[in-house]
């Protein structure tokens, strides 16, 4: 009674391992997308890029600047008319304080700033990207892995199918009832199925390699994912997607906001540059004064720049192609998108209707096979037959499998192909691809929230460790 019980309990434990070291496609994702380093160096951007946006809403908060010095001063006077100065060197000191804010640059820091939070929305696009692609690298290499090792099962069947084989032709042979031409066409046969393997074997090498790359672990006891339900119902309906959540697409939109507004800002070196600026001073024997003294000043101050050698207006005729370089690039981009989307929708009705095809020729090659065996044996068939209808439901079933896996990529990179993987799966993608300040100028706002204090410890943006 105690040793069932133990080996119950040992039985039992076995394949609570055995669950436990089993993979989903939906785990490997979730792994991918939260250790992979390439998502990781996305969302660092992200995070620095924010800080560029917060450099540039400096220009528009008072700038304060202290100054102190010390030292032997001597003035000389070299103006026969005016006194004579200092002759002997005195020890002179004197500290500052200087307050000076912007007032008017011909906005060139305003659509700085909103240049700098375009960027920030295109990095957070880009993080999306990264996961999304790093997510459909992780499903090509889990499903393609499946499906050769499936393949290369049915490829060690079909060579034990003709070892078997040949064991029966050579014992007819050597009893007589068969020719030599039998056996070694049988041989023939073992050993183009053992070629055949061999290659299969050799075409599994590259999805391993890219499941390493993409999740970064051994790719154990993976389980077969189900084909997506959540697939959008027509091309019409895949390109509306594409145009509201592709990453690419709306990375490259930010992109191109953010060289129109360094265009705008480009502009504000035709216009004068306004600030307020208030110093006060106190000192020793210094700036020509004998004993202590105080000084106290607030000046508006003007400079305007009126010629630059051409300089200005060259930028912004570079910055006026930037913009047309750049709209262009998206139009490439959404045209891509497209060809993506109207190749996938394709290829996904295709494997399907060769899995139906496959599956039905399968069983008729099953049924053959069964026949010719019989046949065979009753001399009605010859040898030849029965191994063409082997090579028949080998074929078959090679077939089969390599379509039912296409087949469940093909769904999953119809999904990609609109920006909507991670959601299909349900997964989330990393912080940083999220920008809270997204479409604020679409809305009216005049500038950017400002952040007086940076958000977050320098250590937060330091990883402890990674793969």
Avoid: C
């Avoid at 183009?192 to 790359?213: G, N, S, V």
């Avoid at 080998?394 to 093909?410: E, Q, W």
């Amino acid at each position: 009674m105690h040793k069932q019980f133990w080996l119950a309990l040992i039985a039992l434990m076995g394949m609570t391992a055995a669950a436990t070291a089993q993979m989903t496609l939906d785990q490997a994702i979730r792994r991918a997308v939260s250790t992979n380093p390439a998502v990781g160096e996305a969302a660092a951007n992200r995070r620095a890029t924010a800080q560029e946006l917060r450099q540039s809403q400096g220009a528009l908060l008072p700038q304060i600047r202290v100054q102190a010095d010390v030292g032997p001063e001597r003035t000389r006077s070299l103006d026969i008319n005016l006194p004579t100065g200092r002759q002997e060197f005195v020890a002179g000191r004197q500290a500052n304080v200087v307050v000076r804010q912007l007032l008017f640059d011909g906005f060139a820091s305003s659509h700085e700033i909103w240049r700098q939070a375009a960027r920030v929305d295109a990095s957070s696009w880009r993080v999306q990207e990264r996961s999304e692609l790093v997510a459909l690298d992780t499903v090509q290499s889990f499903t393609d892995i499946l499906r050769l090792r499936e393949m290369i099962a049915h490829a060690d069947a079909n060579i034990a199918v003709h070892r078997k084989l040949l064991s029966d032709v050579t014992a007819r042979f050597e009893g007589g009832r068969a020719g030599r031409g039998d056996k070694d066409q049988v041989e023939e046969r073992v050993f183009a199925a053992e070629a055949a393997r061999a290659e299969l074997e050799q075409r599994l090498a590259e999805p391993l390699a890219l499941f390493r790359r993409a999740v970064g672990t051994e790719p154990k006891a993976l389980l077969w994912p189900s084909r997506l339900k959540s697939v959008p119902a027509s091309r019409a309906e895949a390109l509306n997607l594409a145009v509201a959540r592709n990453p690419t697409l709306r990375a490259a939109d930010a992109d191109l906001e953010a060289v129109r507004s360094q265009r705008l800002a480009a502009r504000g070196s035709d216009l004068p540059t306004v600030a307020l600026e208030a110093r006060a001073e106190h000192g020793r024997n210094s700036r020509d004064t004998t004993g202590r003294y105080d000084a106290l000043s607030a000046k508006l101050t003007a400079s305007w720049l009126l010629y630059s050698g051409g300089s200005d207006t060259a930028r912004q005729y570079e910055l006026a192609e930037r913009v047309t370089e750049q709209s262009l690039r998206l139009d490439v981009l959404r045209r891509q998108a497209a060809e993506s989307i109207e190749r996938a929708w394709s290829t996904r009705l295709t494997f399907g209707d060769r899995v139906r095809a496959l599956t039905k020729q399968v069983e008729a090659a099953r049924r053959v096979v069964t026949a010719y065996r019989s046949e065979y044996e009753l001399g009605l068939r010859t040898l030849l037959d029965l191994l063409n209808a082997e090579q028949s439901l080998y074929n078959a079933r090679i077939g089969l499998t390599n379509a039912k896996g296409l087949a469940v990529f093909s769904d999953y990179q119809f999904v990609a192909a609109t920006g909507s993987l991670l959601a299909a799966v349900k997964i989330a993608a990393p912080a940083e691809a999220a920008n809270p300040q997204r479409g604020q100028r679409e809305r009216g706002a005049l500038l950017p929230p400002i952040e007086l204090v940076p958000a977050g410890p320098l250590a937060a943006a330091v990883p402890a460790g990674g793969n």
